[in-house]
């Protein structure tokens, strides 16, 4: 059988607007087979997404989107096979927490300036016990009308240095990719093309994340286009890199971005499941 693989989405652990559960049954809606929970620097859908996936025999891949620095960027590294428990992982999303609380408290302060209140206690109640994100925020914006697109508010106000926005240090790239190999997973670098880099800068950081341990890379996201997707494919080949799929679907009200509905990966690219383990592979799911 020809599994159907997404490797990459969110739940209301992070910034998604589905439960974990929701979400498990939407990918089995959508065709999906294998499914990794990938939330934003935190574990804790995983346990109700496993419970839901036997129950519908989908097999889930615990895995996670670590927020990363390197050279002054923020970038993103999926953990595909983690295991939760892991105790170095566990410390540091619990950290990770505490940084995301007072990076809101900043921005809502910043917020607070432009005369726009209320936006810390809007965010903790729309994130309730997940992790607090910017979209939290552009969610807020928009329901109480500063903006009137998602995007405006990142425009306006949150995205890199506008008014309300909050620079972060994050853990260092080579350490959030040790956080996830250690813990039994394969690191991949989230959606490549994202960080507006160069291509020296590109091969630079493709070269920096090989040389710290990372093995994969995204060349099938849900909004890569065909030229996009040879380019992707190039550098898996030239850095040794395996393909990871993963949609990065957040949230259902975007009918383009859809759990699953992802363009097949290149046959020049080795495709990152055959790097999984033994206790992610598909033989005995969960
Ligand atoms: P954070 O990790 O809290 O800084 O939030 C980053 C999240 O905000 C990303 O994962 C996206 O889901 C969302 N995001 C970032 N930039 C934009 C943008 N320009 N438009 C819409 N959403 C964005
Ligand atoms: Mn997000
Ligand atoms: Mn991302
Ligand atoms: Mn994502």
Same mark, same amino acid.
Request: aromatic share 8%; glycine share 8%; net charge neutral.
């Given at each position: ?32 087979? *294998?499914?990794?929970?990938? =939330?934003?620097?935190? &574990? ?10 036997? =129950?519908?025999?989908?097999?889930? +891949? @615990? ?14 590294? +999926? ?11 566990? &410390?540091?999303?619990?950290? $990770? ?39 939290? #925020?552009? @969610?807020? $914006? ?26 972060? &240090?994050?853990?260092?790239?080579? $350490?959030? +990719? ?26 630079? $950081?493709?070269?920096? #994340? ?14 890569? @286009? ?22 990065? #679907?957040?949230?259902?009200? @975007? ?27 598909? *033989?005995?799911?969960?």
């Amino acid at each position: 059988m020809t599994e159907h693989y997404d490797l990459h989405c969110h739940s209301t652990a992070s910034d998604g607007a589905l439960s974990p559960s929701a979400l498990v049954y939407r990918a089995h809606q959508q065709g999906v087979s *294998v499914l990794a929970l990938t =939330d934003h620097d935190t &574990t804790m859908g995983l346990s109700q997404a496993r419970s839901c996936a036997a =129950d519908l025999g989908i097999h889930l +891949i @615990n895995g996670i989107e670590l927020s990363a620095s390197w050279q002054n960027k923020c970038l993103h590294i +999926i953990g595909l096979g983690i295991d939760p428990d892991y105790e170095p992982l566990a &410390t540091a999303t619990a950290q $990770l927490r505490t940084s995301r609380l007072e990076r809101a408290v900043k921005i809502a302060e910043k917020l607070e300036k432009k005369r726009i209140t209320g936006a810390l206690a809007g965010v903790q109640k729309a994130a309730g016990d997940g992790m607090i994100t910017r979209s939290h #925020f552009a @969610n807020f $914006l928009l329901s109480q009308f500063h903006v009137s697109t998602q995007q405006e508010a990142f425009d306006r106000y949150l995205g890199k240095g506008k008014s309300a926005y909050v620079s972060t &240090t994050w853990a260092e790239m080579a $350490l959030a +990719i040790q956080w996830i190999t250690q813990s039994g997973g394969v690191a991949v670098l989230a959606h490549p093309l994202r960080y507006q880099l160069t291509a020296s800068w590109m091969k630079r $950081l493709l070269a920096a #994340f090989k040389d710290a341990g990372g093995q994969g890379i995204e060349v099938i996201t849900g909004r890569t @286009n065909p030229d996009e997707i040879k380019l992707l494919a190039n550098y898996a080949s030239s850095f040794g890199l395996a393909g990871s799929v993963g949609s990065d #679907f957040h949230n259902p009200v @975007n009918p383009w971005l859809e759990l699953g509905r992802l363009a097949p990966l290149p046959e020049t690219v080795q495709p990152v499941w055959e790097l999984f383990d033994k206790s992610v592979s598909l *033989v005995g799911a969960n």
